[in-house]
């Protein structure tokens, strides 16, 4: 008498599960769908970087991120739709993502393929690539002291390549960063503007649109571009990635994903889950993908930029080179030259715990400089190989240094000028048109770099503080008071801070290096003025006017910066 009822919730219970299997199956297809499109999308772009059956790794991951997406969406919106209607509701899952997406990218910055339909010459004339044009490599390597590399002086860390590149090329003994914060001095390295100019005085703050770079000029003058970077401080959302064909910093397990929509939403989420992680990425995985793209240009022009973040603290380099110059134990309670160390960024003190000896420190900041010159051996073994070395024009720059005790600054840089955070080993090389072992004493800068490359190619080399150091008609650069560089006033800003008169970064320091000498000026009143050496009046009003310009309107840039992006530069140390 009672079995009606129980049959009839037994009938509903198994239509409901067929609409729901019927839903399930709808949902899958619009996963296919949309994840075969995204991967279609992206295989011109990410197929470069893979080996064999990449491909399939990379199509059937992002169907699948796609099919657990909408999958979870749809769970979770069961009660509120009819089962009936999932095909609906998949794609209505697909636009929200999609759509949210969008609005979190400023909170939670990811790298977008620069479009190619983007003007690429900046208002510069461009001049056509021919058989006789060189191929351009740009090699930065980050927090690289002149004074750790044999050709500037270094007996004992083993540096063949870069002395290599120094003795066939025209090395310069007085290069000088504009500033010891790599996402600043990089943009003054692709553009020949200073962080006075461009407002950049921290990382994570965009590269001004107007200016002219060295990716977009040369796109534009045919060739092809791609960049392969190490740190997440040169995100290609700050403008980094303009005018490259790749924009490569990857730092997963499958080539490519992050190059499609939902390998970007998984990374934005584990940028606010978890933001101390996958800051960086090892000298010999960036390299390899260099090599990989340089090996598929069958004779096209390129220019190549590929970043080096090694010696970047924390300071671990792989075997061999992490025992290359130090022996004996660092944490032995006989050694006490780690007493006199203050003030470690906090970054660091997990690599540092226990350690007592300064020197292993220093060691493996020294093996860190040596694996760098490793992976720059590899690259210029493959241009070898493909016959292109000789027509290659190769830029090996620092982009600042790093300080061991100087000034009272530990394994640091940033918030100083000492010369120790700013000079870099510079070498500019092209066997076709440059004599080798030439030596340049005169004081340049990391800004002359785009300048000088335009310059060398017989592009418009005007900009707005760098010089072409080689390539001018008289073969000579032209003159100047100095080189100038330009930081916060790391100690002033965080005392007056903790005083409570300031509440953000407000306070510089400005210098001008020149041959004989240095001017350094402060903002602060506690600062005033210190003359080393012999400068002239010019000098010094540059120096002046310098730090008067840094009004509000460069603090303001500062403080722009999203929660995201601050919580990654502070697990790199970048903090004021």
Known sequence: MHSTPVLGEARLAHHRRMQWREAGRDALIVAVCVGTLDFINVFEDAKIFWSEAGWLAL?????????????????????????????????????????????????????????????????????????????????????????????WGNQRVKTPHMDGLAQSGVRFTSAFAPIAVTGPSHAAMLTGAGPWTTGMLLNGVTI???????????????????????????????????????????????????????????????????????????????????????????????????????????????????AAYYEGDPRDMAHTSMDDVSEVAEYLEDSLEGIRDVDWVR?????????????????????????????????????????????GVWFNHGGDLDESAIRVPMVVRWKQRLAGGVEV????????????????????????????????????????PGVMSLCYDRSVNQQERTEGRIQSPTYVLARMWSDKGWFQLGSHVSRGAVVKGEIDGTAMERVASVVKSIGDSVHKRSQERGEATLEQLKALGYVE
């Open 363 to 407: 060691a493996q900041y020294a093996g860190e400089v040596s694996f760098v010159d490793a992976q720059i051996g590899r690259l210029m073994a493959m241009l070898e190989a493909e016959g292109i070395g000789d027509n290659t024009l190769i830029v090996m720059v620092g982009d600042h240094g790093e300080s061991f005790g100087e000034g």
């Open 441 to 480: 004493t005169d004081s340049v800068g990391v800004v002359d770099v785009a300048p000088t490359i335009w310059g060398l190619l017989g592009l418009p080399s005007d900009s707005p503080d760098g010089l072409d150091l080689l390539g001018t008609p008289q073969g000579e650069a032209e003159e100047r």
């Open 208 to 322: 001004p649109s107007s200016l002219r770079s060295l990716a977009p000029s040369l796109k534009g003058a045919g060739y092809r571009t791609g960049a392969f970077v190490s740190a997440m401080v040169l995100d290609g959302t700050l403008g980094f990635d303009r005018g490259f064909d790749v924009y490569d910093h990857a730092t997963g397990e499958i080539p490519g994903l992050e190059l499609s929509r939902p390998g970007r939403v998984l990374s934005m989420i584990g940028r606010f889950l978890w933001p101390h992680a996958v800051l960086e990425r090892r000298g010999d995985a960036t390299t390899d993908q260099a090599l990989r793209w340089i090996s598929g240009m069958n004779g096209d022009r390129f220019f190549a930029w590929v970043h080096l973040f090694d010696p970047h603290g924390p300071y671990t380099p792989p075997s061999p080179w992490n």
């Open 59 to 151: 199509w059937t991951t992002i169907v699948g991120l796609n099919v657990i997406g909408i999958g979870v969406g749809l769970a979770l919106l069961r009660p509120v739709i009819s089962s009936s209607r999932g095909f609906w509701a998949a794609w209505l899952i697909v636009f929200a993502a999609y759509g949210g997406e969008w609005v979190l990218r400023d909170a939670a910055p990811f790298t977008e393929h620069p479009s190619l339909e983007e003007p690429s010459s900046n208002g510069a004339v461009a001049t056509p690539v021919d058989s006789t044009s060189p191929n351009v490599l740009l090699i930065s390597v980050d927090t690289l002291r002149a004074d750790h590399v044999g050709a």
